[in-house]
């Protein structure tokens, strides 16, 4: 058990900015650019934590309070899943409120901090990410309610263990909802393209960007290294439900992970150098396509 | 032989394509129309043989529906070449002429169908062809009425196919062999799963009701009706729902067939009150007289879905006034077409005083009005009088009485449209566009309306006998 | 051959979600061309490869997929504004609608008294949910050309239904149906032309003035 909430944790630290650099590698080579080295995220790290922090005079604990959950809550959220093969080592029946819920509160206290500075712009921020991810939320029960009748168990270590591959033999159409389903999931909930843009500078269009438009320091470390790492835990689910194999090596299975999830960057990286970010009166209605899809995937496998 | 019927005109369809002059792609209609009726009563007289092919004959049913069709079809041809000549310049006859021969074949083949989908690709044919033909006007109203028909009978002609396919479902299901021809249908028809058989009834009754015109499901008629040219709603209103009524009563043979006769018999019945009592409430202060007889055209279908859903004596009254209905409304249309052009109008505040002004066409208007309504010496009124003597004699007193009611309410309705704008003088701000009664465009309606007095009058025993077995067809389960 | 059929059916529900959810003609347009060639390969996976089938399924994806998706693309080349309005009873509430149509399909076919090779497959459901999804498409939208491609995609859901009796329909008939579906298309486009041109819009509210 030690062992593996070790491995799980060390593999999230050290990997997890990887992803942001693979991903910003892949839109540069679609812009035919050459694009900042794929270390940057972490150099990007070691800056950020070596400088001192600028609070405002108006905030309160709160202020600080959102950066530390979104940096806590994906590691405490990594030990619920398996990483690939990797099982998980916390597991218990009903986990998956938890997991939903754990990343419920690190928003809310982003959310709570985004309000506390006072700024306007910040507060229209955090309406339009709240409303987005009250959407999504739907999706991702579905979701769990679909691996949780194929598996025929409660806890995600079950409902991502063993079991998969013969899951997606008796419900492989529903599994393939289901995975499109996912990966909606994690553009939206990582604020990735087509419903937010991360490099744009102008605070009229970000949504989760302004609400951590205060941050400076090693709080917007905190931040930066906190959304890496939810990435890397929702991608590790679509990456386990991607790849449902396993060999007998504990080695192979974590090189077969990280190799999937380094696809999955790729992917997120080419979806944002092909699409772009969709009007706001669109976003309510692709994302309740998505519950709609994931509610036929949940009928197909319930008849 | 009965394969010429179809096929002829399609014929003269290719050559109107590649005729030059106008006049000649005219006078085609009428040449073609003429023929199809001289093989028609050929076929009725018995002087054809059956044809080898087992998707194609001519029963009862369809001799009476095709001897209807054909009819019509050329008497409305003979008026088709005046009203051409006089819309020379502005709309031409390019589409006008193929279209209305494509759309006589189409009425054929369905009336010779001996397999359902042989039927419905008729009765589809016929929507797709009557298109433009409701477009010739080429205003802003045709559009408006041609984009409902389109999309309302398509609708309906899918949901039509779908009940096709229920039925040769129920076949599948019932464990018998799968074939939509009629004859194996009705011999089968005891074997078959009866919820799909139910099923399948519904959505036949729903899909040909709609290109028939019964309500709930009329709604494009008194828009088609009105705006069409009133050659096209002659055919409209006589031929194709005639056709369309057909295929209704195939599904009712095959129900019969099953023995479940009495649900499609009350299924009728509902829709054919439905009809009447919307027809009543429609016709009262209709100004347009298109409208009117659009509405009129509802009422009839009304008439006969309930001719068919009490049965016995009704059913051959129904038949008897298939045929008068497809005469009596191609002479109403075609004298209306008369006065129309005289007033360049439809509508009751601008026409007055049509006796004056045309009095043959506004004659034959009226006597059509008095033939329509049911009042003697014309063949309505006999056919009409028969569904009532049936129906009370089936002991159905209050369908009776409700159905005698409302078609004095129809009568009662249509008249005070019909006899303000033929009595009176035409004052002197009606607008006249010249046109005064001539022989070519009097003739058919006269020949129709002469027709209708005829059948009131004498009914051959041929056509007595016709009518007989064609009852038989959907009375008893054979 | 189960899975590939089962992949197609379930390919077309996701379309018919797509169709109502989007308010690009043109996109709409490419979608039900692209269920109707997904649908041809029906006839080929489930009475396998003969000559019936072959002809039937050639048949159907060159007018579903190509012929008809090019007659409406003729139709509405002169339509400045490719946009659908909001329909009558707005986007989010037409897919609700959708999906709750589609899961009443897949209840309402497990009552259905079915013949014994055909229960539990997804063809039933499939085909009277596509039925409903054209049918909203129908009565929803306000623009002439999506409720065009709401009757197409009706006449998919019926395909889907006569594909599994293909055995009653004679090669003649079922491609007199096609032919016949293309004509009518055919007329529709020059119909939908025609009302581009004469209010400059396809919005069908402005066809409103016969009354009464």
Redesign the interface.
């Known amino acids: 058990m030690i062992t593996g909430i070790l491995s799980h944790i060390v593999l999230l630290l050290l990997f997890s900015p990887l992803l942001l650099g693979v991903i910003g590698k892949t839109k540069a080579l679609f812009a035919g650019r050459c694009g900042a080295p794929l270390l940057q995220p972490y150099f990007d790290l070691r800056k950020l934590f070596g400088k001192g922090f600028v609070f405002s005079e108006t905030t309160t604990w709160v202020f600080l309070a959102g950066p530390i959950l979104a940096a806590a809550v994906p590691l405490l959220a990594a030990l619920l899943i398996p990483f690939g093969a990797l099982a998980a080592p916390v597991s218990f029946s009903g986990d998956l409120i938890l997991f939903v819920y754990l990343f419920g509160l690190a928003r809310f206290f982003t959310a709570a901090s985004a309000l506390d500075t006072g700024s306007s712009f910040e507060g229209m921020g955090a309406a339009r990410e709240v409303t987005f991810a009250c959407l999504v939320e739907p999706t991702v029960l579905f979701v769990f309610i679909v691996l949780a009748r194929l598996s025929g168990s409660l806890s995600l270590g079950g409902m991502f263990g063993s079991t998969l591959a013969a899951s997606w033999l008796s419900g492989?159409?529903a599994l393939?909802?289901v995975l499109v389903c996912l990966f909606v999931v994690l553009l939206a909930e990582n604020s990735r393209i087509p419903f937010d843009d991360p490099n744009t500078h102008l605070e009229l269009t970000m949504i989760h960007e302004v609400m951590v438009l205060d941050h400076s320091g090693p709080a917007f470390g905190m931040i930066l290294y906190g959304s890496a790492m939810k990435l890397f835990v929702l991608g590790a689910l679509l990456v386990r439900l991607a790849l449902p194999w396993q060999t007998g090596s504990a080695l192979l299975d974590g090189l077969l992970f990280i190799a999937g999830m380094l696809l999955l960057a790729v992917m997120i990286g080419a979806v944002e150098s092909t699409m772009a970010r969709l009007r706001l009166v669109r976003i309510?209605?692709?994302l309740?396509?998505t519950t709609?899809?994931a509610?036929?995937a949940m009928?197909?496998v319930l008849? | 032989m009965l394969v010429l019927l179809i096929v002829l005109p399609l014929a003269l369809a290719a050559l109107s394509l590649v005729i030059p002059a106008y006049q000649g792609r005219s006078w085609i209609l009428p040449v073609g129309g003429g023929l199809h009726l001289a093989l028609t009563l050929a076929v009725l007289t018995g002087h054809v043989a059956p044809s080898g092919l087992s998707w194609i004959a001519a029963d009862a049913l369809g001799r009476l529906v095709l001897l209807a069709v054909s009819l019509l079809f050329f008497l409305c041809a003979l008026y088709a070449v005046p009203y051409l000549r006089f819309h020379r310049e502005d709309r031409g006859n390019r589409i006008i002429v193929p279209c209305l021969l494509v759309f006589l074949s189409a009425m054929t083949l369905a009336t010779l169908a001996r397999h359902l989908g042989l039927l419905w690709l008729g009765v589809e044919t016929t929507t797709v062809s009557s298109a433009p033909l409701i477009y010739y006007n080429r205003n802003r109203l045709s559009i408006e009425a041609t984009w409902k028909y389109l999309l309302i009978c398509s609708v309906g002609i899918a949901l039509a196919m779908l009940g096709i396919l229920f039925v040769a479902y129920s076949a599948l299901h019932g464990g018998a062999p799968v074939s939509l021809q009629l004859d194996d249908l009705l011999r089968e028809a005891p074997y078959c799963s009866r919820p799909w058989l139910h099923a399948g009834f519904v959505f036949l009754l729903v899909g040909f009701g709609t290109k028939m015109g019964l309500a709930p499901l009329h709604t494009w008629k008194p828009d088609a009706y009105g705006e069409a040219p009133a050659l096209v709603g002659a055919l409209l209103a006589g031929g194709l729902t005639s056709v369309a009524f057909l295929g209704i009563l195939r599904g009712v043979q095959i129900m019969g067939a099953a023995g479940d006769l009495a649900v499609a018999r009350q299924a009728l019945l509902a829709m054919g009150l439905l009809s009447l009592l919307l027809a009543a409430v429609s016709v009262i202060r209709q100004p347009d007289v298109k409208r009117l007889l659009a509405y009129s055209s509802v009422e009839n279908m009304g008439i006969l879905a309930v001719g068919v859903g009490i049965g016995g004596v009704a059913a051959f009254g129904a038949m008897f006034h298939l045929l008068n209905n497809a005469l009596t409304k191609g002479g109403l249309f075609l004298s209306v077409g008369n006065i129309q052009r005289a007033y360049s109008s439809k509508h009751i505040s601008e026409v007055r005083g049509a006796l004056s002004r045309v009095p043959v066409s506004a004659a034959l208007f009226l006597a059509g009005f008095l033939a329509i309504s049911g009042s003697p010496p014309f063949g309505p009124f006999l056919s009409e009088f028969t569904i009532v003597r049936g129906t009370f004699l089936a002991g159905h007193y209050v369908v009776g009485a409700v159905f005698l009611l409302l078609l004095v309410t129809v009568f009662i309705g249509m008249g005070g449209t019909v006899l303000p704008m033929t009595q009176g003088e035409p004052s002197a701000e009606l607008a006249d566009s010249g046109y005064r009664d001539t022989l070519l465009p009097v003739l058919p309606p006269l020949l129709l309306l002469g027709c209708v007095l005829l059948l009131g009058l004498y009914l051959p025993p041929k056509l007595r006998d016709l009518f007989h077995r064609a009852a038989d067809l959907v009375e008893v389960a054979r | 051959m189960l899975?590939v059929n089962?992949?197609l059916l379930?390919l077309v529900?996701?379309i018919n979600?797509?169709t109502l959810?989007s308010a690009r003609l043109g996109a709409c347009i490419r979608a039900v061309a692209l269920q109707g060639a997904i649908l041809s390969l029906l006839p080929l996976t489930v009475h396998g490869l003969n000559a019936h089938s072959l002809v039937l399924s050639g048949g159907a994806f060159v007018l579903k997929g190509v012929f008809i998706p090019w007659l409406l693309f003729r139709a509405i080349r002169e339509v400045r504004i490719r946009r659908e309005v909001e329909p009558r009873i707005g986007?989010?509430p037409t897919?609700?609608l959708?999906?709750l149509t589609?899961?009443g399909s897949?209840?309402f076919a497990?009552y259905l008294p079915l013949a014994t090779e055909h229960q539990g497959t997804l063809f039933i459901p499939t085909a009277l949910a596509t039925l409903f999804t054209g049918f909203l498409l129908l009565i929803t939208r306000r623009k002439a050309i999506t409720q065009v491609l709401g009757y197409l995609m009706l006449e998919n859901g019926i395909f889907v239904f006569a594909v599994l009796l293909s055995t009653a329909m004679p090669l003649m008939v079922e491609a007199g149906v096609l032919l016949d579906l293309m004509v009518a298309i055919f007329v529709m486009g020059i119909v939908l032309n025609q009302i581009n041109r004469e209010f400059a819009t396809l919005n069908t509210e402005r066809l409103s003035a016969l009354k009464e």
């Open positions: 492989g159409p393939g909802l309510p209605q692709l309740i396509g709609l899809i509610l036929f009928v197909l008849r | 899975e089962n992949i379930l529900i996701l979600f797509f959810g986007f989010v897919m609700i959708g999906a589609t899961a897949f209840i497990g």
